[in-house]
């Protein structure tokens, strides 16, 4: 691969007379036509030349390598880690003027509902228009809310419609924004480094969902929730700073007007390794994700309390940044329908595993492996769908993959429960993850071409 990557230096400035460039246009006068982004070349393989323990730690060449790439995980990582501090601040206001913990869970609904509804048309939008442009509205909207948050905290309004409201605008720039900033990522880095990318950007995601949620609680009963929010609005300037440094990135190919939602269902439909892919993570998400069991495990297995509740919940999430944190092997990978069906039963065995044995330590570390796995599908499954879809349909299937992760857990929740009515918690855990791993063996029966699935020459 070239090392070919965006400009950096800074514009220069305006003369005279000149007009001032808007806030959503490109630094430069003369708006640039759409760069495809790094390419692949002879020679482009990464030269394996270190010792194997620096191998095994998250390749760091797409930061190294691409400026314009290492600007855009930062912020996203720094925003993320706000992003945690404010959900945690939302929910302890809400219980604090309610003291109703249904009220405290009518947040997640507030934040589902434009999740699921401005998803798909998010991605169509980012099939269209200007990304970089549409990821500065996404980040200046976000920023927004968190200032609005963060005011009527300071004024002590005491209004749970407000937060309830802010919660929901807040979800629709999130859905509206996030296809397009990640559909740009094949244009940031070449394609033999988007495992690597991917892994990268696994790592900032689940920094802000183990280092936010830690902060933010510190933060909140040192400052109270102000703090967080004014915290998570700075954040901010840097996703907007990355976002406006970014060239023009128009979707390639894509023909003029809007695009259709249901082109993009209808291209995911026609495509079985994609396909095949987003069904292997609504397996583990609806069969292997006991977390509305958490509760009642840390009772019923462990003799817990509410601190056990948050060792379960925060485990995966720990496995999750470790196995981001060594995955300098994924690069190496070129059969990735195999590994995702690997890593996909890895978590339903890891899950079963749990329900079985009730040692609160060893619970602990099969959630980790649980969510190490998780990490190593979500690589391979987001590098597939980046490589072998059209950069013209990428919005749209990144806004049907937010549909999947934010419907998905919760469908977990209702087969959970469900099951653990019927029988008992232990049951459920232990026959949601054989049945993650049944639903594997039979999407790899059905799907045999799945997994000779060849990362050097995709097919979608």
């Given at each position: 691969?070239?090392?070919?990557?965006?400009?950096?230096?800074?514009p220069?400035?305006?003369?005279?007379?000149?007009?001032?460039?808007?806030?959503?246009?490109?630094?430069?006068?003369?708006?640039?036509?759409?760069?495809?982004?790094?390419?692949?070349?002879?020679?482009?393989?990464?030269?394996?030349?270190?010792?194997?323990?620096?191998?095994?730690?998250?390749d760091?060449?797409p930061?190294?390598?691409h400026?314009?790439?290492?600007?855009?995980?930062?912020?996203?990582?720094?925003?993320?880690?706000?992003?945690?501090?404010?959900?945690?601040?939302?929910?302890?206001?809400?219980?604090?003027?309610?003291g109703?913990?249904?009220?405290?869970?009518?947040?997640?609904?507030?934040?589902?509902?434009?999740?699921?509804?401005?998803?798909?048309?998010?991605?169509?939008?980012?099939?269209?228009?200007?990304?970089?442009?549409?990821?500065?509205?996404?980040?200046?909207?976000?920023?927004?809310?968190?200032?609005?948050?963060?005011?009527?905290?300071?004024?002590?309004?005491?209004?749970?419609?407000?937060?309830?409201?802010?919660?929901?605008?807040q979800?629709?720039f999130?859905?509206?924004?996030?296809?397009?900033?990640?559909?740009m990522?094949?244009?940031?880095?070449?394609?033999?480094?988007?495992?690597?990318?991917?892994?990268?950007?696994?790592?900032?995601?689940?920094?802000?969902?183990?280092?936010?949620?830690?902060?933010?609680?510190?933060?909140?009963?040192a400052?109270g929730?102000?703090?967080?929010?004014?915290?998570?609005?700075?954040?901010?300037?840097?996703?907007?700073?990355?976002?406006?440094?970014?060239?023009?990135?128009?979707?390639?190919?894509?023909?003029?007007?809007?695009?259709?939602?249901?082109?993009?269902?209808?291209?995911?439909?026609?495509?079985?390794?994609?396909?095949?892919?987003?069904?292997?993570?609504?397996?583990?998400?609806?069969?292997?994700?006991?977390?509305?069991?958490?509760?009642?495990?840390?009772?019923?297995?462990?003799?817990?309390?509410?601190?056990?509740?948050?060792?379960?919940?925060s485990?995966?999430?720990?496995?999750?940044?470790?196995?981001?944190?060594?995955?300098?092997?994924?690069?190496?990978?070129?059969?990735?329908?195999?590994?995702?069906l690997?890593?996909?039963?890895?978590?339903?065995?890891?899950?079963?595993?749990?329900?079985?044995?009730h040692?609160?330590?060893?619970?602990?570390l099969?959630?980790a492996?649980?969510?190490?796995?998780?990490?190593?599908?979500?690589?391979?499954r987001n590098?597939?769908?980046?490589?072998?879809a059209?950069?013209?349909?990428?919005?749209?299937?990144?806004?049907?993959?937010?549909?999947?992760?934010?419907?998905?857990?919760?469908?977990g929740?209702?087969?959970s429960?469900?099951?653990?009515?019927?029988t008992?918690?232990?049951?459920?855990?232990?026959?949601?993850?054989?049945?993650?791993v049944?639903?594997?063996?039979?999407?790899?029966?059905r799907?045999?071409?799945?997994?000779?699935?060849?990362?050097?020459?995709?097919?979608?």
């Amino acid at each position: 691969m070239s090392n070919n990557q965006h400009s950096t230096s800074s514009p220069s400035p305006a003369p005279p007379g000149s007009p001032v460039p808007s806030p959503l246009s490109p630094p430069s006068s003369a708006e640039p036509e759409p760069d495809p982004g790094p390419r692949d070349g002879p020679g482009t393989e990464a030269v394996v030349d270190s010792p194997w323990y620096r191998r095994a730690f998250a390749d760091l060449s797409p930061l190294r390598d691409h400026a314009d790439y290492r600007r855009v995980w930062a912020g996203q990582a720094v925003s993320s880690i706000g992003q945690q501090m404010t959900a945690v601040a939302v929910s302890v206001q809400v219980y604090d003027l309610t003291g109703s913990a249904f009220a405290t869970g009518l947040v997640g609904i507030f934040s589902l509902v434009p999740l699921v509804a401005f998803g798909l048309y998010g991605g169509a939008i980012a099939d269209t228009v200007d990304r970089r442009r549409l990821g500065l509205i996404g980040s200046a909207g976000l920023a927004a809310v968190s200032a609005v948050l963060a005011a009527q905290a300071l004024a002590g309004l005491g209004l749970v419609a407000v937060l309830y409201a802010a919660v929901a605008v807040q979800a629709g720039f999130f859905a509206l924004s996030s296809p397009a900033r990640s559909a740009m990522i094949p244009r940031l880095v070449p394609s033999h480094q988007l495992p690597a990318a991917n892994a990268l950007n696994t790592v900032s995601m689940n920094l802000g969902l183990t280092v936010g949620p830690m902060l933010g609680g510190v933060l909140i009963g040192a400052y109270g929730a102000q703090a967080a929010y004014l915290i998570d609005t700075v954040a901010f300037t840097g996703t907007l700073y990355a976002m406006w440094r970014l060239p023009a990135m128009r979707p390639l190919g894509a023909r003029k007007g809007r695009a259709s939602v249901l082109d993009g269902l209808r291209f995911l439909r026609e495509q079985p390794n994609l396909r095949t892919s987003f069904l292997a993570d609504l397996a583990a998400m609806v069969f292997g994700m006991p977390r509305a069991l958490f509760p009642a495990i840390a009772v019923t297995f462990y003799g817990g309390d509410a601190g056990t509740v948050g060792l379960l919940v925060s485990a995966p999430a720990v496995g999750a940044l470790v196995g981001a944190l060594f995955s300098g092997w994924v690069g190496r990978v070129h059969r990735q329908g195999v590994a995702v069906l690997a890593a996909v039963a890895a978590w339903g065995l890891a899950i079963a595993a749990f329900g079985a044995l009730h040692n609160l330590w060893l619970g602990l570390l099969l959630l980790a492996v649980a969510g190490c796995a998780d990490t190593v599908s979500m690589i391979f499954r987001n590098t597939m769908m980046q490589v072998a879809a059209p950069d013209e349909m990428r919005g749209r299937l990144q806004g049907i993959f937010i549909v999947v992760v934010a419907g998905g857990p919760r469908l977990g929740d209702f087969e959970s429960g469900t099951v653990a009515a019927l029988t008992n918690p232990a049951t459920s855990v232990i026959t949601g993850g054989l049945a993650c791993v049944a639903a594997v063996l039979l999407l790899a029966a059905r799907r045999p071409a799945f997994l000779t699935y060849d990362a050097r020459h995709p097919t979608p």
